[in-house]
């Protein structure tokens, strides 16, 4: 059995709450959690986005849609103020030129409150850059446009069919986009480690925000559940998916060789995922990273990613809010310490 005690060591002087699951293949190589109970459920920021994009991804599969489709194909008013050729594909990779709806990640983020203005926003937001001309991490609109497209297409809202299509035919019982009212007292409360994230935990500790279903944010998980649903994934999707789908989720976008404009250094991304590969900066997935690792990181507060050469499956679930820099520095480092105590 790998020896983790590094890894724990990194963990525990964070502090706050934490769930680390971490698999090989079906066995369980590490469960442990930290300053929270069995039924906890951590809220995961941008760890929700692959959720979205496979959602995005089954309807490709099932020929309900192409990804490369424009937007306004399967939702006309999309295509308003210059947006008529973004097409899905462009969206899920973060060309489509549009990362924020309101014009700054502010206004999105108090617009995000109320799902339906966000639609609302999207449609009417005027594109920054060309489509497919750079890439530019979508913070929150990512979420509404495939969201508003999915529910379109299938004709339910994102939150049922990602439960319908997703969680629950992988029996993934305590994940969910958005949190149910009976399910709020295990929210796990989110802590600031620096000044400038008190606001956000403010704002994301209130019931009212874990409520509500966005798609781009708000998964609600436990390291146990996130981990399994990552092994499906590299098993080949178990009929959820099936492999060639995944494999499109997983195919290069962005090989790390421009600067994401948003994110303001580079990152290899998929469509879909945010993909390994030491690229000279401080990696969610590991300096180490092979660069066939998939995952997302979650606003550096959580992460998840699976190794497919390792047959490793990494989930790391904090309630611990910290400068950007030093928190994506955490994140690495536990990566590494886990890459080194399994190879």
Known sequence: MP??????????????????????????????????????????????????????????????????????????????????????????????????????????????????????????????????????????SYGFILGEVVRRVSGMPIQRFIAENLLEPAALDDTSLGLSPERAHRAVPLRARSAAEHARTILFNRTRTRELPIPAAAISTNGRDLAEFYRILLAGGEGILRPETIAAARSVSSDGDERDRVMGFPVRWAHGFQLGGPIGLARP????????????NGSSICNVWADPARDLVVAYLTNTADERARALRHLSDVSDEILAATT
């Open 3 to 140: 020896d983790f005690r590094r890894v724990l060591e990194l963990v525990d002087a964070r502090g706050g709450a934490s769930w680390l699951t971490i698999l090989r293949g079906s066995e369980v190589l590490l469960d442990r959690r930290s300053g929270c109970g069995a039924d906890a459920l951590f809220y995961t920021f941008s760890v929700s986005k692959p959720f979205a994009a496979l959602s995005v991804h089954l309807l490709a599969e099932r020929g309900m849609l192409r990804l490369d489709d424009p937007v306004a194909d399967h939702w006309p008013g999309y295509g308003a103020r210059g947006k008529d050729g973004i097409t899905i594909r462009q969206v899920l990779s973060h060309r489509a030129g549009v990362p924020f709806s309101t014009g700054t990640m502010l206004g999105d983020t108090v617009r995000m409150t109320d799902p339906a203005r966000s639609v609302a926003a999207a449609e009417d937001a005027r594109p920054r850059w060309a489509a497919g001309e750079v890439v530019g991490y979508h913070v929150l």
């Open 285 to 296: 997935t590991g300096s180490r990273a092979d660069p066939l690792t998939f995952g997302h």
